[in-house]
Every structure is written in C-alpha cells, then in structure tokens.
C-alpha cells in the first residue's frame, strides 16, 4: 500500500529587490514547497488531475513576491501556504521552508554577501492546524576560555586527557516553534530568539556542551512567551592544544589546531512542560 507522501518544488531562488527611491532593499531568499492531500491517484494510476505541476508552485512564489513584497519570511511562508490549501481543493496540507540569505549594505543600492549565517522557517497549513517554526544556521560561536570537559566515563579505547581550560566553539542549528501561527512581529520576534542564543552562550560557564545547549534553549523558553520548544544542533568545533616541545616552546593555551572533521555533535530540544508534542516532519505526521 501507498504510505506517506507528498510532492513539490525544492529551492526556488528569489531574489527581490524593494526599491524605494535610491535606496534599495535586498532580500534573498530560498523556498521550498511542499503540498500533500489526496494525491493517491497520480501514484496508483497516472492521474495528474489533482496534482498542481511543481512548475506552477515556482511560479506561485515569484507572483506572491512581485504582488505584495516579501516581508518577513514567515508572514511569506503563510501566505503561499495558506493560498495552496485553499486554492487546491487535493490539498489539504502545505509546507513552505524558506532560508534567508544575508547580505550587508554597502551603500544605497551596494551590498556584499554576509557570512555563512542564514534564517529559517518552516510553515505548515494543515486543515485548521497553522505550525510556524523559524530557525536559524551557520551561527559560528567561540568561548576562548570558561569552558572545561572531565569527570567523563572512560574505557579502555580512552585517550582524552580531562581539561580544565579549553576553548569552546560551534556552529549553531536552532529552531524553535512558535505557539501560535499568527505574530505582531515576526523580526523582533527573531531578533530576541537569536540574542538570547548568544547571550546564554557568551554567559554560561560551561562544563559540558550538553550544559550549553540546555542553558541556551531555556533561556530563550524564558524570555520569549511565544515560543514552546527550541531545538539545538551543536557541533563541537574541537580545537587541540599544538605540542610545541619539540621546538623548546611552551603552549599556554595559545596555539591550537582547528580540525574540521570528525566532531562531537550535540543535540536536544527544550521545551514547556505544557507543550504540545512537536511532530518534527511529514513522514512522523
């Protein structure tokens, strides 16, 4: 028998340009779209006659651009899914993850490419039920100091010393569901999540990522009442102590080498005790 399924069009590049006199408004944007409902037909037959071409969801996106602006990703996200459930009577739930691109102004209407952070969001419409998660990735962070690891368990393939004074990096992946679909301020919104990431991190004295990713996650559940769940994915960007003996030097925690692979990655989610359960994909649906 058929399963779960559903069907769309994956990274539409937009690139939208406000222009408001000289001064320009770049936004950057990539959409994916993703519409499920009763589809069965065009799998067990062939039977395209519910099924809206992928071509026309791209489409959709740069007319909702064009008509009304973009604004704020998430308010974009509602509206593409909102008007693909109600204008597909197949459709009953559509999901629109959108990443945005950052970019730093140089002058009226120059900019350059920001660097490797971006801004999510994922919307789901679904019958009655609206679920607006917005997110971040690529936020790189750094602790020079403030950070130790010991007491850990050990067996016989151990080999890591216990340290009392490392350096304590990672590119932050976080997401955090709203608890309604509906904001004042979707920016503001944001803005706050994000600085209470960071603060928490800047703040934490850290024996343990785990430690951080916890502290990071609760004090934004803390501070922003319309969030319910935060989920972090926090890779350990290891930085090792260079022996430096062999050339009559000492290392005082000065000198390090920076691997990009393998690392420690650390995940979890906080959440309301009153939370609902988050179902975190179609296929879980």
């Known amino acids: 028998m058929l399963g779960s399924h559903q069907y769309g069009k994956a990274e539409v590049r937009l690139v939208h340009v406000a222009r408001h006199g000289d001064r320009h408004h770049l936004t950057?944007?990539?959409v994916g779209v993703a519409l499920a409902g009763d589809l069965a037909d065009t799998h067990h037959t062939g039977d395209n006659a519910r099924v809206l071409p992928t071509d026309s969801q791209k489409n959709t996106v740069y007319a909702f651009a064009r008509r009304d602006g973009v604004g704020e990703i998430e308010e974009f996200g509602l509206r593409l899914a909102r008007h693909f459930v109600a204008s597909q009577p197949a459709i009953t739930?559509?999901?629109v993850t959108?990443?945005?691109h950052g970019w730093d102004r140089l002058g009226e209407h120059s900019f350059a490419r920001a660097g490797a952070e971006t801004r999510t969001t994922t919307?789901?419409?679904d019958g009655s039920d609206t679920v607006v998660v917005s997110g971040l990735s690529g936020m790189v962070l750094m602790n020079t100091t403030a950070s130790e690891f010991f007491g850990f368990a050990r067996d016989e393939y151990t080999t890591l010393p216990d340290a009392h004074d490392r350096i304590l990096a990672t590119a932050v992946d976080a997401r955090w569901r709203h608890?309604?679909?509906?904001?004042?301020d979707w920016r503001a919104s944001f803005a706050e999540a994000r600085r209470?990431?960071?603060e928490a991190f800047v703040g934490t004295y850290s024996l343990s990522l785990q430690q951080t990713l916890y502290a990071m996650g609760r004090r934004v559940i803390e501070h922003r009442p319309e969030i319910?769940?935060?989920r972090l994915s926090l890779p350990n960007k290891h930085h090792f102590n260079v022996d430096l003996a062999p050339f009559g030097l000492d290392n005082p925690n000065q000198v390090f080498h920076a691997p990009d692979r393998p690392y420690g990655l650390i995940e979890g989610a906080v959440r309301r005790d009153d939370a609902p359960q988050w179902v975190d994909s179609w296929w879980d649906a």
């Open 28 to 30: 950057d944007l990539t």
């Open 93 to 95: 739930r559509a999901t």
């Open 98 to 100: 959108i990443e945005q």
């Open 123 to 125: 919307v789901t419409v």
């Open 179 to 184: 608890a309604t679909g509906e904001s004042d």
């Open 196 to 198: 209470h990431l960071v």
């Open 228 to 230: 319910t769940e935060v």
